[in-house]
């Protein structure tokens, strides 16, 4: 069951919250839009074929849709809520020109940028602090991705081990395990990934815990000893250097920023 709620409208983009509730290992029937859209995952994950291509999407893995794609889903790990920007053809252009990452890397950067784009949306001010913002996002995300030619034996490689670490799988401990789990060597997993993702394996696990560690502080977590344990970190200062080694802030700025975020789209 799919459910969208509208956030933010303007002429040339639109802004909504989605919500699937399903859970299906089954690929859904051929899905076609006429726009570019950016879909960024909030909670939860699932799978996306575009072009014949799958790839594993998270809340560190978005995509970007081309108008005229034909798209097919799967939900084999439960439901998911996502962030969904519809861009006009017009308005991309002038952003990205014809590019449209095979990839789209969610780092700390743009993280921050949906965050704030979300904010923004609370506020009437759709022709200039929602649209700074869109734009800033969308430039965020097409710049900073890697170009990596889409091979599908390295994409479904990849999306595997994504998705073991995304669900906390025993394997997803190491990386030898890791590999053995797939039943390949652990030089080839970590060089196909860090080849197509732009980014380690360890890397990636980390930006993983560091945006569950952000979820959790915007949400209104204060005991940050807690929440080290219950992310796996060895103690509050290892959670505090991880997250600033990725979002460039402690937790303590973060939750100030985020709350000033807030208190600006209020007033």
């Known amino acids: 069951m799919l459910s969208s709620q509208t956030l933010a409208v303007h002429r040339d983009f639109g802004v909504y919250a989605v919500q699937c509730r399903d859970d299906h290992r089954g690929w859904s029937a051929d899905d076609v839009h006429d726009d570019y859209r950016i879909v960024l995952v909030r909670r939860g994950r699932f799978r996306r074929q575009a072009d014949g291509v799958s790839a594993y ?10 108008p005229g794609q034909e798209e097919r889903f799967s939900h084999p790990s439960g439901g998911d809520t996502c962030t969904a920007i519809r861009v006009d053809r017009r308005l991309w252009s002038s952003i990205a020109g014809a590019a449209v990452p095979d990839v789209l890397r969610v780092d700390a950067a743009l993280d921050l940028a949906h965050r704030r784009l979300l904010l923004s949306a609370r506020e009437p001010d759709v022709d200039f602090a929602v649209t700074e913002r869109l734009v800033d996002l969308a430039t965020s995300a097409v710049g900073r991705q890697p170009r990596i030619a889409p091979s599908r034996t390295d994409a479904a490689l990849v999306a595997m081990a994504c998705e073991a670490i995304g669900a906390d799988h025993p394997a997803a401990a190491g990386l030898i395990p890791l590999a053995d789990l797939f039943g390949v060597s652990p030089y080839r997993l970590s060089r196909v990934f860090s080849a197509r993702m732009g980014s380690s394996l360890t890397r990636y696990r980390n930006r993983m815990r560091a945006g569950r560690a952000v979820d959790a502080i915007e949400a209104g977590e204060v005991h940050l000893g807690t929440l080290a344990r219950q992310l796996g970190f060895a103690d509050q200062a290892h959670l505090t250097r991880t997250v600033k080694q990725h979002y460039g ?3 303590t700025a973060l939750r100030e920023l985020l709350a000033r975020e807030e208190h600006i789209g209020a007033n």
Do not use: F, I, Q
């Open 249 to 251: 802030h402690t937790p």
């Open 57 to 66: 999407v998270d809340p560190t893995l978005g995509y970007v849709g081309a």
